[in-house]
Structure formats: structure tokens, C-alpha cells
């Protein structure tokens, strides 16, 4: 998909960069970092973050309000379809009727690999309840490929498990996926540094969600700015189609013709 702005569900967003809000030192770090990043929809684990449901309590909605960011209400921490079902149901609520979110069921606690399963189950569930879902899975293309038929506006296969930080270990999968979809593909999960993000738009990836690579910097809003630039850079570059690889194949910068001598 060669669009210059990120299209989801309808929506238009010129940042293709999608920011968690969780593991920061408190909201004001959080405001500071997901500004630093440029990114217009930011994540929030209902299950963990509180956006309303615990009355009394600091709100993320009054440090990111929802009239400047898109919410994306996610299942962090869901082990089974009807949980994720459940939690995004109460996000609708607590949102006024919100329809786009991130969909994640996971597989087991020390992993936090994707149940594909009851991924697929959840997904339906929620699609016939009128959401609009971009669903976290596998790099397994024929899952996701599964995924977009059943009606996700977004597939957002992982790079490596999530927190991992140990980048993309599977690009030829994450092409196969890039190119056989019709939804924007954003890899969620793994992106440790800068280069990863730009090496995953190179790839042809329509954005990353990112969290833990930005929080768990030493420098939170620094790395947050450099994730905003690898990713801009790295969608330039597949833009423009990069050089061939040439084997022993050495091509002078300059011109040889005309030399002095």
C-alpha cells in the first residue's frame, strides 16, 4: 500500500506510528513521550489503565484527551475470547460508543504469544458487534490472511514477542503477509530500537504499535522522537525503491570518463 497517509477503518492519520500509554513513571511522562512521538492513535489497556472506570482515581483521559488522540482500547492481558470480548464491550461504554480496537488473546503468561484460536473466535464475536478491530497475531500468513477475511480493518502481526525488543526475526513472513493483504499490515510487538522500526517500513509495513521500546529506553521521550523519524525515514525508503544488491558487482559513485591521467 503506497498511500502517503494511513488510512484504518475509514480514518485518515498522517502518523503511522501508533504509541502505547502503559509502563511510563506516571501520565506526565506519558503526555511527554507520546507527544515526542507524533503519533495520533495511542493504545490504553483497559484491564490496566484507568480511563474512567475507577471514579476518584487519576484518568488518562484528562492528560490525553480524546477530542486530540484516537483511542485505541486494547486486551492486554486477555487469555481467552469472551474476556476480550468482555473488556472491549466495557471500553464502548466507557468511550461513548467507540468502535476501533486492539484486539490481542494470548496464548500464555511467560510467552505472551498469541492464542491464534481464540484470536479467530474473538474477532468474529466482535466484528458481528460492529467494531472495528485491528487484531495483534502470529506472523503466520495464512492466519493472518484468515484474519482479513473475516472482516479486521487492521492485521498487526508481532516482529517478536512482545517486550522482547529483539526486533524482526522473520521478515519473509512479514512479506508474505504484506503482500498478500488488503488492510494496512502494522507489526506490533518486538521493535527494540530505531533501526527495527525503519526496517519494518522498509519492508512495506503500514505503521508499528510500539510501547515497551519507547518506555523502557532510558531516555523515554528522546527514543520516542528517534521512533518518529526511523519510521518517516524508513517509509520514505520503500518509497523510493531502493538499489539492488549487487554481489562483487562494484559500480563507481562518480563517472570514470574524463579522467585527469
Not at 498478500?180 to 503500514?206: F, H, R, W, Y
Amino acid at each position: 500500500m503506497t498511500m502517503h497517509q494511513l488510512k484504518i477503518a475509514g480514518q485518515t492519520y498522517h502518523s503511522r506510528l501508533l504509541v502505547g500509554t502503559g509502563k511510563y513513571k506516571d501520565f506526565s511522562q506519558t503526555k511527554a513521550a507520546i507527544d515526542a512521538s507524533g503519533a495520533q492513535i495511542v493504545t490504553v489497556a483497559i484491564r490496566r489503565t484507568n480511563i474512567g472506570q475507577n471514579a476518584g482515581e487519576p484518568s488518562l483521559l484528562d492528560v490525553l484527551p480524546p477530542s486530540e488522540y484516537t483511542y485505541l482500547p486494547n486486551t492486554a492481558g486477555c487469555y481467552s475470547a469472551d474476556e476480550a470480548v468482555r473488556t472491549l464491550r466495557l471500553a464502548r461504554e466507557l468511550l461513548d460508543g467507540h468502535k476501533l480496537v486492539k484486539l490481542e488473546v494470548l496464548g500464555d503468561p511467560n510467552t505472551l504469544y498469541p492464542n491464534v484460536v481464540e484470536t479467530l473466535n474473538a474477532a468474529k464475536t466482535l466484528i458481528q458487534d460492529g467494531f472495528d478491530v485491528m487484531v495483534y497475531t502470529s506472523d503466520d500468513p495464512i492466519i493472518a490472511k484468515q484474519l482479513e477475511d473475516i472482516g479486521c480493518c487492521a492485521i498487526m502481526p508481532l516482529a517478536s514477542l512482545i517486550g522482547s525488543g529483539m526486533g524482526i526475526l522473520n521478515p519473509w513472513n512479514l512479506q508474505i503477509i504484506i503482500e498478500n493483504a488488503k488492510v494496512p499490515v502494522l507489526v506490533d510487538a518486538g521493535v527494540g530500537t530505531a533501526s527495527d522500526a525503519a526496517i519494518a517500513m522498509e519492508l512495506g509495513c503500514d505503521g508499528i504499535l510500539m510501547n515497551t521500546a519507547i518506555a523502557g529506553a532510558k531516555d523515554p521521550i528522546l527514543m520516542a522522537s528517534a521512533m518518529k523519524k526511523a519510521v518517516e525515514a524508513g517509509r520514505e525508503a520503500f518509497l523510493a525503491g531502493r538499489m539492488p544488491k549487487k554481489l562483487y558487482s562494484a559500480s563507481p559513485s562518480s563517472p570514470t570518463t574524463g579522467m585527469i591521467g
